[in-house]
């Protein structure tokens, strides 16, 4: 199979925010493709997720842990790149011997290696597919198989396994950072938004509905990466972050709100994204699509207020602290 064309462009998923430049570079038309794009980000659809695990992919015992935790230690089968389903730790220590992983791994040590790369390369990319609660995992494990398909088949070697301990099924890949052409795959920003469209495609072709649009787009505010903060701190996994939290919690308990650098930039884009809608609901307005226009205004009077990552630290941690002295004054009110 010939691999895939692929035009890995700068420009974002749905490009609202150039329709509401000025200029020649303005833009004063909308594809059907757009057109669909738009109803379905209105409409709420649910977004796709593609995430790049980042920890345990540099060096041949980490990947086997990784599979056998995947595995659920043998509980679930792994499926790979040429359909064979896999259970066990000897499949899967013969998995890896067969993408040469264990020659890979000290070549990559030696003397190929940068002297000033203090980081060695990945020996695989761990990826992981998800949905919102409520999609069927089954369409969910086909979507991905289907994906995996067209991006890396005869290329870059993989296993996968559907998880559905969770509320939300997704699916976790492994796949070779190097291919059999011996060579390797790098993860950008572009690329992860490419998969992310891919992936919301073949949902739709499967009969699901899913959307891939970039949060700004929407006005989401960033309460899943909040949700991993605090998980994180628990653990005693986000030093970085227990600092930030502690910061804020600071600022709440003398009443101050933080103010950071990145607010300016951040309110921006969003002035960018709310001048895009408007005038897409222009535009959509002059094709024929009046209705679809009216819901593009109300989704646009909807959008929350943009706030930085502090500013959503410190207004959870300040209903953090109400909730508890609501709770201690019940207990005093009670006795």
């Known amino acids: 199979m010939p691999r895939k064309t692929v035009d890995l462009s700068a420009r974002p998923l749905l490009d609202i925010a150039s329709y509401g430049r000025r ?27 593609v995430k790049v695990l980042s920890k345990g992919g540099h060096d041949i015992k980490a990947v086997r842990r990784h599979l056998d935790y995947l ?9 790979t790149d040429d359909g064979e389903r896999i259970s066990g ?3 899967q220590r013969a998995l890896l011997e067969e993408w040469d992983l264990d020659i890979d791994e000290p070549r990559r040590r030696g003397d190929l290696l940068p ?11 761990k990826l992981m597919f ?33 998880h559905t301990d969770e509320p939300h099924p997704h699916v976790h890949m492994v796949v070779n950072a190097v291919s059999e052409q011996g060579e390797r795959l790098n993860i950008r920003k572009d ?3 490419h998969w992310r469209a891919e992936f919301a495609r073949h949902l739709r072709a499967l009969g699901v509905e899913a959307n891939a649009t970039e949060r700004a787009v929407r006005g989401q505010e960033r309460t899943t990466k909040l949700d991993g903060i605090y998980r994180a701190m628990h653990r005693g996994d986000s030093s970085h972050m227990r600092n930030r939290v502690e910061s804020a919690a600071g600022m709440v308990a ?14 921006e884009t969003r002035s960018q994204v709310m001048r895009g809608w408007a005038a897409v609901s222009d535009l959509l307005d002059q094709q024929g699509e009046a209705a679809l226009a009216a819901q593009v205004r109300r989704f646009l009077g909807a959008l929350p207020s943009a706030r930085t990552d502090q500013e959503l630290i410190t207004e959870q941690l300040t209903r953090q602290l109400a909730e508890q002295r609501r709770r201690t004054l019940s207990r005093d009110d009670a006795r």
């Open 130 to 162: 998800s949905m919102p609660a409520g999609t069927p995992p089954d369409k969910v494990l086909a979507a991905v198989r289907n994906f995996a398909t067209e991006e890396f088949a005869l290329q870059h070697r993989y296993a996968m396994v559907l």
């Open 191 to 193: 690329t992860l938004r």
């Open 254 to 267: 003398v009443g101050r709100m933080p103010g950071e650098l990145g607010k300016v930039t951040l309110a």
């Open 89 to 91: 730790k000897e499949a």
């Open 115 to 125: 002297t000033d790369d203090r980081r060695s390369p990945k020996l695989v990319h």
């Open 23 to 49: 200029g020649p570079t303005r833009r004063d038309h909308l594809s059907g493709l757009e057109v669909a794009h738009i109803r379905r980000t209105v409409n709420r659809a649910p977004e796709v997720m």
């Open 71 to 79: 595995s659920r230690r043998g509980q679930l089968e792994l499926e």
